[in-house]
């Protein structure tokens, strides 16, 4: 199948299918409209980053990012949605980067759920990505179908254009990390619920639910003990300076504490 097609937009009529797009991916409430017809309209005229994907002239993702501090050099991308696995959000991150190099710029920036192993893998393994900042419930409690009412935890990814890792993964090259010797399991996972180990060593391992979208809404005690270990254990170390370098076996994080 040859790939999608990638373009920026600009009319009202791209905006309002990228919208459709996006219902159709979240499902969100009133109340929750991850972007309006209107900001994309005002973040396009004004030199910022929208962009659709097509597949036989039919949308099948999107992407909408602003400048972040400092404007010259960082592109932050607020939302990305595509079908999936079809390659397509790849593609949109890959002309992403494109776009941005293009204007010297030297990183992008997006929040993730760190819960969800599938955007920690493609975050961390195809995008060679480093989560740097845990956000808290940074954007409050969200409704849509995907979230179901859980607090919105997020961390900070930073994808430095120029790094080995990221010049790999333009090629198509995964970033595998490897597991020293010595490595400790600092949250790990027991019949389903998280289960708090070490964090005293060098390398600490931090588990995520096999698929924590569906235990919200099967079992949301589950899924809050869950939100509530990642932020303590990887929040925890995040804090203290330590700094995650990869997804290993697309179920732990990697975290290499500072010293």
């Not at 390659?87 to 920036?109: P, S, V, Y």
Request: glycine content about 10%.
């Amino acid at each position: 199948m040859n790939g999608p097609v990638l373009r920026e937009l600009h009319s009202i009529a791209d905006f309002e299918d990228v919208l459709r797009l996006f219902d159709g991916i979240w499902h969100p409430g009133p109340a929750n409209t991850p972007i309006t017809v209107e900001m994309m309209r005002a973040l396009s005229h004004a030199g910022n980053y929208v962009a659709g994907a097509y597949l036989d002239g039919r949308m099948v993702g999107a992407s909408v990012g602003f400048f972040g501090a400092p404007a010259e050099r960082v592109l932050h991308s607020h939302i990305t949605g595509a079908a999936a696995g079809r390659g397509i959000g790849f593609a949109l991150k890959l002309h992403q980067r494109e776009w941005a190099l293009a204007r010297g710029m030297e990183r992008i920036t997006w929040t993730y759920d760190p819960l969800v192993r599938r955007n920690a893998h493609f975050n961390l393994t195809k995008l060679g990505a480093r989560p740097e900042e845990y956000l808290p419930s940074f954007y409050g409690v969200m409704n849509d179908a995907i979230n179901s009412g859980d607090e919105s935890d997020r961390v900070l990814a930073v994808w430095r254009l120029s790094e080995p890792q990221v010049l790999a993964a333009a090629r198509r090259e995964p970033y595998l990390v490897e597991v020293p010797p010595g490595a400790a399991v600092g949250l790990g996972e027991c019949d389903g619920r998280p289960v708090a180990g070490r964090t005293d060593t060098a390398t600490v391992l931090i588990a995520v639910p096999a698929d924590v979208e569906t235990l919200r809404r099967t079992d949301p005690e589950v899924a809050r003990s869950w939100r509530h270990a990642v932020r303590d254990v990887l929040g925890g170390l995040l804090r203290e300076g330590a700094r995650v370098t990869g997804f290993h076996d697309r179920h732990y994080y990697v975290v290499e504490r500072a010293r």
